[in-house]
Nanobody, 124 residues
Framework: QVQLVESGGGLVQAGGSLRLSCAASGRTFSVNAMGWFRQAPGKEREFVAASSRSGSRTYYVDSVKGRFTISRDNAKNTVYLQMNSLKPEDTAVYYC?????????????????WGQGTQVTVAS
């Protein structure tokens, strides 16, 4: 099993920045890709960003390209999501996820482990 714990959410004004962190523990050697998803009230969970095991390859949903950056520190078993130029429509619960799949999975059913989520609220 792999445990994931997110942190770094909060309330920020539009145009501001937040950095989310996700610390993994347990059988982390079994994890390849790491990703971030989000779920706004009344909406389905959506893919935000993912990173390959090495961090050399990343992929983003179009709505966050150029504003969000995913990175990972494998020595610390931690993945980050730097969010800049935040917009009110970025408001959601953000979830960290870990996948045993190779490549950069973008569908939630490709991820094996999930964190509890952290709330991000962007005020206009």
């Amino acid at each position: 099993q792999v445990q994931l714990v997110e942190s770094g959410g909060g309330l920020v004004q539009a145009g501001g920045s937040l950095r989310l962190s996700c610390a993994a523990s347990g059988r982390t050697f079994s994890v390849n890709a790491m990703g971030w998803f989000r779920q706004a009230p009344g909406k389905e969970r959506e893919f935000v960003a993912a990173s390959s095991r090495s961090g050399s390859r990343t992929y983003y949903v179009d709505s966050v390209k150029g504003r969000f950056t995913i990175s990972r520190d494998n020595a610390k078993n931690t993945v980050y999501l730097q969010m800049n130029s935040l917009k009110p429509e970025d408001t959601a619960v953000y979830y960290c996820a870990a996948s045993q799949a190779t490549g950069i999975p973008t569908h939630s059913n490709q991820y094996n482990y999930w964190g509890q989520g952290t709330q991000v609220t962007v005020a206009s």
